[in-house]
């Protein structure tokens, strides 16, 4: 663990927050949006997860398994199939 750095809570509209010093941040890799949490008498400020990292690539093994097929039947109605241009 590095060293830690001292800074003061300040105000931010009606709410107070922290300035993360830019080297801490380089040194976190944290960038955007972050999780806190509270840990005993701690906060702790990671990266968010991103949502659906690697879906793409499961979605591509999943078609070249061909397991990529709907799982509930299409179920059409009058409308569909009169109205609806295929």
Known sequence: ???AIR???IK???SQG???PKI???QSGIHAEVEIEVQGNCLTVRSAQRLRTGWERAFAAMAEQ???ALLDDVNTTDWDRVEWEW
Do not use: F, K, S, V
């Open 12 to 14: 931010i509209g009606n």
């Open 66 to 68: 061909q397991d990529d």
């Open 7 to 9: 800074t003061r809570i």
């Open 24 to 26: 801490l941040l380089e």
């Open 18 to 20: 922290i300035r993360i």
């Open 1 to 3: 663990m590095g060293a």
